[in-house]
């Protein structure tokens, strides 16, 4: 059964050894004792208080509204854990077809309600929380539109539901030979019409592309009529309306289809370690093998410090001590950074692109340890987040935040988020642990993805505070270096406020006056994209 108020399958469980959790308390201080926990009993009670009769089909059952009450941000978890600012919607429907799309639509509309349209429920930024006002909302909950309707082998295309989940996709694509290979870390439950929405982006994304490569046309059910994009292989008519899809948030109606651009399985894959001596040397190695464009699927660059948290907590402590003796013998020590490599495609291919990037990791002193931490970075590709269970079981929490910046910012950027995130919480006497890797290389630039972890304070309202600080700090870091709010977690209504300093006034205007042609009685006014009272931060 999947966990109400956490991430992925009860029966997974992701273990925090006494050694590891000695480390933690080593680094940030021993947890607080007593946390606040709010049963499911508790508040399946308090979603029940409010009774919606709405139109066929809504299920305003306590368990409907409580499990779609919130997707997976730090603040959702405080709600769901502790009862922090819970609220719920008014009631759940779920589609089965585009027939029964428009009957909700219809009913919403009669009854003065809005609608929030869901996916996985896997935002991180506030995507799918209860607008603020008066009018009932009810969640349009995607899961039932799940279906492969078509392959096209000879266009390497093929068209499905948007409701259809990230491991549905290559389940159905896969006896055809083919597969889409979007894998972002929430893969597990994330879907094909909320990665549209969100313009999101998969851990392999040098070699299948981000969702807007992928994403060649589909059909949208907005409140004033339909709209149907062909997937062309690329045109010059005008605007690109697809552009437009991505990232309206669930705004201007519901994504029912989507073609996506698929391939031909690969013949073989790999995933590759490589330790650098120093940080610099490491990006350099990356940023050349992109720039090179030299044809790898994956690069995956940890820093210092990441490298250190992920050793020590790798349980294996025999193992890891060998690794740093051969190490250290190759003239690699206490600032060494791991590099993950992702090598796809055809035998031939890979065998050619491996040599080419072993040449340039070995020109930045690289000692390449072949394949045994990269298989383990595959197996647990989508199981880091089960530990966030486990730590907050233990009185810490962990977030994390994400940016895109040319490289020649790169350096000085990650130096200031981890330091804008240490320094507001320095002001509440905690010590945190912070680190960062930089993922999906681009040709000018790549994408920082930074973590922090916490002890939970005393209280919910005391931990939301210090969380809320940091957030806000490190987004201020990241605006003054002029990144992007967000490279694939999107903006919902936690990153609302800092929009505008991307997209500038006008532009936010113009994308305004889209919203209100797609949708002018706001039937979709999910509270999404623009500034409003219901942002957390
Ligand atoms: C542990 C974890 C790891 C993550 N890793 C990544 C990552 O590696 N890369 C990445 O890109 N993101 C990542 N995310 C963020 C999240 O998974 C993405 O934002 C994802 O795209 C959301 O998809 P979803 O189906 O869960 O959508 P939801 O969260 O349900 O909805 C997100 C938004 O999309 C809209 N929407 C959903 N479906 C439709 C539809 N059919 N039509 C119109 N609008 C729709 C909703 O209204 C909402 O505004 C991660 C999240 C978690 C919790």
Redesign the pocket.
């Known amino acids: 059964m999947k966990r109400w108020n956490g ?1 992925g399958e009860e029966a997974t469980q992701k273990a925090l050894s006494s050694e590891s959790m000695a480390l933690l308390s080593g680094l940030t201080g021993n947890p607080h004792e007593g946390q606040v926990i709010l049963s499911k009993e508790e508040a399946l009670k308090r979603a029940g208080e409010k009774v919606f009769s709405g139109w066929e089909g809504v299920d305003s059952s306590a368990e409907a509204r409580l499990s779609h009450a919130r ?2 941000s730090f603040a959702d978890w405080l709600a769901l854990r502790q009862g922090h600012g819970l609220r719920f919607p008014e009631g759940v429907v779920y589609p089965k077809d585009e027939g029964e799309i428009r009957k909700h639509l219809e009913g919403a509309r009669r009854g003065g309600a809005r609608i ?9 930024v506030g ?2 929380n209860r607008p603020a006002g008066e009018k009932p909302v009810v969640i349009m909950d ?1 899961q039932r539109m799940g279906r492969l309707l078509s392959v096209d082998r000879t266009s390497q295309m093929a068209r499905f539901e ?2 259809v989940r990230g491991p549905d996709i290559e389940a159905q694509l896969s006896p055809h030979g083919m597969i889409m290979g979007h894998f ?3 893969y597990e ?3 094909l ?3 549209v ?2 313009r ?4 392999q994304s040098l070699y299948y592309g981000r969702i807007e490569d992928l994403f060649a046309g589909g059909r949208l059910i907005t409140a004033e009529g339909e709209m149907e994009l062909p997937p062309l292989p690329a045109s010059s008519a005008g605007m690109d309306l697809r552009q437009v899809w991505m990232g309206s ?2 705004l201007m109606g ?2 029912s289809e989507a073609t996506m651009r698929v391939r031909a399985l690969p013949e073989v894959e790999s995933f590759h370690g490589v330790f650098f001596p120093r940080w610099e040397q490491a990006e350099e190695f990356a940023r050349e093998v992109v720039q090179s464009r030299v044809p790898v699927s994956m690069i995956r660059l940890s820093s210092g410090k990441e490298t250190f948290v992920t050793l020590a907590l790798a349980g294996k402590p025999t193992q890891i001590r060998w690794l740093e003796r051969y190490l250290s013998w190759r003239g690699v020590r206490e600032e060494k950074c791991l590099v993950i490599v992702g090598l796809t495609g055809k035998a031939a291919q890979v065998k050619q692109t491996r040599a080419m990037v072993g040449r340039l990791a070995s020109a930045q002193g690289g000692v390449w340890i072949g394949q045994s931490l990269g298989r383990a970075w595959k197996k647990n590709r989508f199981h880091g ?1 089960y530990l966030r269970n486990t730590l907050w079981d233990h009185g810490w929490g962990v977030d994390t935040l994400e940016t895109a910046m040319p490289y020649a910012q790169v350096r000085a950027a990650v130096a200031k988020i981890e330091a804008a995130l240490e320094e507001a919480a320095a002001a509440f006497g905690e010590k945190i642990l912070v680190y960062t890797h930089l993922s999906h290389f681009y040709i000018t630039g790549c994408a920082i993805y930074t973590t922090y972890l916490f002890r939970l304070q005393r209280t919910p309202e005391e931990t939301f505070a210090m969380w809320k600080a940091m957030k806000s700090k490190a987004s201020e870091a990241i605006l003054s270096l002029r990144g992007t709010i967000s490279h ?3 903006v919902g209504k936690d990153h609302a406020a800092y929009l505008g300093a991307e997209k500038s006034a006008m532009g936010m205007e113009w994308m305004r006056s889209m919203v209100e042609k797609a949708d002018p009685e706001g039937l979709f006014a ?1 509270g ?1 994209l623009f500034p409003a009272v219901e942002s957390v931060l």
Not at 200 to 203: D, K, T, Y
């Open positions: 991430w997707g997976q929030v349209v869901y996916g996985g429920g896997t935002s991180v995507h799918i995607m948007a409701g972002p870390q929430s439950y994330a879907t019409g909320g990665w929405a969100t999101s982006s998969g851990q948030e669930g519901v994504i987040p694939q977690h999107g999910n999404n």
